[in-house]
């Protein structure tokens, strides 16, 4: 089955700074990319995600690039605020599109 | 409802006890996902329900672990015979018919946090 691993565990960043989040999966049929942010008591959010037919996809400060032959995917925030401090996770589609598999989560700190 | 809702938010059990952990759904999503989060871990998939059919069980980690969805709608998950290593966040998730976890219909709850002690 599907296996995706996420670097790093944790991301301390100054405000203003970009940040970066990688991760790799294992099956090359999996063709749906997710990203969700996690706050504090809260269930995960969608914040952008990548189909197996695009490169790469911004919406505002946030862009996401996916690299299918070397099969890894990474998130890229710009112009880092506090309120972006969160719990990040990548996930694949296994299955098609019915069942995600998640990685382990990046804990991002923006300090002021 | 506006989002999913799940109950209760905390649940403290004794090792050994039976435990109901309730998901209700958006109004029309057909799809329902449970999820089971560790402290440090990532999301675990556990149980995946669409329409009538049958539901994805893969998942779950042993046969203590058990959910429905009755009527198509509120789904609730069941855990006998309690351990110590089932303390996690559970999470459920609900989606439109056909568009699985993808970025218009995949919506989490705020999760039960079950502690067992």
């Known amino acids: 089955g599907e296996n995706v691993e996420q670097h790093p565990s944790t991301l301390s960043v100054q405000e203003g700074d970009s940040a970066v989040i990688k991760c790799t999966y294992s099956?090359?049929?999996?063709?749906?990319f997710p990203w969700y942010k996690q706050e504090l008591g809260k269930g995960p959010q969608l914040i952008i995600d990548?189909?197996?037919?695009?490169g790469e996809k911004k919406d505002q400060r946030i862009a996401v690039t996916l690299n299918k032959t070397a099969k890894h995917f990474s998130l890229h925030i710009t112009e880092t605020q506090p309120e972006d401090s969160a719990v990040y996770f990548c996930?694949?589609?296994?299955?098609?599109?019915?069942?995600?598999?998640f990685g382990t989560g990046t804990r991002l700190l923006v300090s002021p | 409802g506006a989002g999913v809702s799940q109950s209760p938010s905390n649940k403290v059990t004794e090792k050994g006890k039976d435990v109901e952990l309730r998901c209700d759904p958006i109004?029309?999503?057909?799809?329902l996902y449970w999820y089971r989060q560790s402290l440090g871990q990532g999301l675990e998939f556990l149980i995946y329900?669409?329409?009538?059919?049958?539901?994805?069980k893969s998942g779950l980690p042993s046969d203590r672990f058990s959910a429905e969805r009755t009527g198509g709608s509120v789904s609730t998950l069941t855990i006998q015979r309690t351990q110590q290593e089932d303390s996690a966040v559970y999470l459920c998730?609900?989606?439109?018919?056909?568009?699985?976890?993808?970025?218009?219909?995949?919506?989490f709850g705020s999760g039960t946090r079950l502690t067992v002690v």
């Open positions: 329900f669409q329409g009538n059919s049958a539901p994805d």
């Open positions: 990548i189909r197996s037919n695009v």
């Open positions: 996930a694949a589609s296994s299955g098609g599109f019915q069942k995600l598999v």
């Open positions: 109004s029309g999503h057909t799809a």
């Open positions: 998730a609900s989606s439109l018919l056909g568009q699985g976890p993808g970025g218009y219909g995949y919506t």
């Open positions: 099956d090359s049929a999996s063709n749906y």
